[in-house]
């Protein structure tokens, strides 16, 4: 069937620069760039580029750029250049449409319509080069009260907790989403910053052993890779019942990926398709979950933080309050713009709401209920920079995940096509060449200058607000200020509008 | 006593991605200009003094270079002395004006790390980048899958 869908980028050689020397050939696994030896040319095949920028960034003489394919369609407000081209592939395959990251459309962002306090005059700011500033966060059920013998000595039994330097931790990301050496790189960074990254659904690889201690194991739908090694090797357990991308439905890693390691760290059989159900099909209620959560934790002999991760939806104050009273440890609100490794794109784009509005209407429920303390809360999926991560601390998170940003600063792209298993920057992908790209050396020093910077940053606005710890932030949402929102808006986020005082 | 180099570049073949940049660098090196283009475009281009190694079908590759043996048969089968230890640093080095291009030296270099230049008159091995410091293949490799180590560095 001649395709009637024409490529979304063009590549550009500058003829002068372009010396030949065919690194862009070997690097484009989407075969875009060819070298015609008879006229001595690289030529580029534009229907194959994804707009990755593997070749720009690596050609040595700067001879590449890529743009957005300039063919204007007879678009309307209506009918945008993408709704055509979707509807395109559509007919041409009669499949569903798969994507990767989160979703992309033009939603509010709350994050920019929060603006954060600083002091001035009546308060002073405090300057965190000269002195000290906490960024120090726990992870775990709180006690109700805390006792004390005569020689002043706690006696106050402490649940379990996760502790962070930052409050900022790598989310699930499986091994087969991502290749070994991405989940090798954002392991060690947790480790040497002092937070915590997360196996996703894909079990722990033997490779990845050595950082389990700043590991939070997953506990999914498929249970794949789940035995009581696994759940002992972490340093908590986290149910996934949703993600952010696709709420409501399973994950399918499909049998091409499954190769001996995969195989192995899932316990799965080589070349078998990796199917996650859509619910647990243990988990029917919040009883349900209860008995899951407690099933665990005597697995664990009551030693680590059990969590639970759902997707932001409608209902999410009510599930979030049931989750607290199922007796989970942490509760983990991923929003609708959280990525995935591959997702019907109708569903990323469509399905769930603001991470911004769950995380507040969440902290207020709770608190109204008298179960903040019993929680602790994550929230992920939109988070880009460290002003985000202010905005959802004073939102009333105890600390953030994210994920889209550190595959960033590994090197991703955002070409969203995770699903094709061909990522140029050896990020989601199997094959043995191209994982080879990301070097764990570079990554791990990458993620975690990432969040060195992040936490600088964090303390930076801290001090402005003359705040020293951020345990005095966490649900301080008089820190913040909406602009251009409506009344429920605002009665939603628990915030005034830019210009009210206090 | 002789000097001899402790110097050697080691690739790393879990990281090295194929993309022949360090050849690329390499050429630009010995060219005699500092701009990529200008040396690509020269007649008389310099052929690397890197190779890398690959083979359809396998996913390892790895950049492989002289490597400034103790006891270099290159030196032992040259013919006009034009291979030769470089007295202040040891590094192996051709005197391209002496080398009659024999290639005595090709055929007995057990890495294959030695090759005719591009003009085909003399042969043109690796030299460290003896007059800048850092080699080039090291310092422009995209995945620091190349490293230059002293062999006391290795435990």
Not at chain 1, 12 to 19: F, G, L, P, S
Not at chain 1, 360 to 380: C, M
Request: charged share 25%.
């Amino acid at each position: 069937m001649k395709t009637l869908y024409e490529s979304d980028f063009i590549v550009i050689r500058d003829e002068i620069r372009c010396i030949r020397c065919k690194v862009c050939v070997r690097q484009c696994a989407n075969e875009v760039h060819q070298y015609d030896e008879e006229d001595d040319r690289v030529i580029a095949e534009n229907s194959r580029c994804v707009g990755c920028h593997r070749c720009v960034t690596l050609c040595p003489t700067k001879a590449i750029t890529i743009i957005r394919n300039p063919l204007d369609f007879r678009e309307n407000y209506q009918w945008t250049a993408r709704a055509i081209k979707d509807i395109y592939k559509q007919a041409e395959t009669g499949g569903i449409l798969l994507t990767g990251m989160g979703n992309d459309k033009e939603y509010p962002i709350y994050w920019d319509r929060l603006l954060i306090n600083a002091s001035q005059v009546t308060n002073p700011s405090i300057d965190p080069l000269r002195e000290p500033m906490e960024l120090k966060t726990f992870i775990g059920r709180k006690p109700e009260k805390l006792e004390f013998d005569n020689y002043g000595r706690l006696i106050t039994e402490i649940p379990p907790q996760l502790e962070l330097e930052v409050p900022i931790m790598f989310s699930a990301m499986s091994f087969g989403s991502i290749s070994i050496n991405a989940c090798e790189s954002l392991a060690r960074a947790s480790v040497e910053v002092g937070t915590f990254w997360n196996t996703g659904e894909g079990g722990l690889h033997k490779k990845l052993y050595p950082y389990k201690e700043r590991a939070i194991v997953q506990c999914a739908s498929g249970r794949f890779g789940v035995d009581v090694e696994y759940l002992n090797a972490g340093s908590a357990i986290e149910i996934k019942i949703g993600q952010g991308a696709k709420p409501g439905i399973g994950g399918h890693l499909p049998g091409e990926k499954v190769g001996e390691e995969v195989s192995q760290t899932r316990m799965i059989p080589i070349g078998t398709d990796a199917i996650s159900p859509a619910p647990h099909h243990d988990i029917y209620s919040i009883e349900d979950l209860r008995q899951l959560i407690y099933a665990l934790k005597e697995a664990v002999n009551y030693k680590k933080p059990v969590g639970v991760k759902i997707a932001a939806v409608h209902n999410v104050s009510a599930i979030a309050s049931g989750i607290a009273r199922a007796g989970a440890d942490y509760i983990a609100i991923d929003g609708f713009r959280g990525g995935t490794g591959a997702a019907p794109t109708r569903i990323r784009d469509n399905v769930g709401i603001p991470v911004e509005l769950a995380l507040a209407s969440v902290d207020t429920r709770l608190r109204e209920e008298g179960l903040r303390n019993q929680i602790s809360l994550i929230v992920g999926g939109s988070i880009r920079n460290s002003a985000d991560v202010i905005k959802a601390i004073a939102l009333g998170a105890d600390a953030v995940y994210i994920a889209t940003s550190a595959l960033v600063a590994l090197g991703c792209h955002l070409c969203q096509n995770c699903h094709t298993g061909k990522c140029n920057w050896g990020i989601a992908t199997q094959d043995p060449n191209l994982v080879k790209r990301l070097n764990p050396d570079i990554g791990a020093k990458r993620a975690s200058n990432l969040l060195k910077a992040w936490s600088h940053e964090i303390k930076e606005m801290l001090g402005g607000m003359g705040i020293n710890a951020l345990e005095s932030l966490r649900g301080n949402r008089l820190m913040l200020r909406g602009v251009g929102l409506n009344e429920k808006e605002l009665e939603i986020l628990g915030i005034k509008h830019a210009g009210e005082g206090i | 006593m002789e000097l001899k180099t402790k110097k050697r570049i080691y690739p790393k073949e879990d990281v090295c991605i194929g993309c022949h940049l360090c050849e690329i660098y390499c050429i630009l090196a010995h060219s005699g200009t500092r701009d990529l283009i200008k040396a690509f475009k020269k007649l008389d281009k310099p052929s690397p003094r890197v190779l890398v190694e690959e083979k359809d079908g396998y996913y390892i590759t790895f950049a492989l270079q002289c490597r400034h043996c103790d006891d270099p048969l290159c030196i032992k089968a040259c013919i006009t002395g034009a291979m030769h230890r470089d007295e202040n640093t040891g590094y192996i080095i051709c005197d391209e004006e002496r080398c009659v291009g024999c290639w005595s030296c090709i055929l007995v270099c057990p890495y294959g790390a030695i090759r005719r230049s591009e003009d085909g008159k003399a042969v043109s091995k690796c030299d460290l980048c003896i007059e800048k410091g850092n080699p080039v293949c090291v310092e422009n490799c995209p995945n620091e899958a190349l490293e230059l180590k002293e062999l006391e560095d290795l435990a």
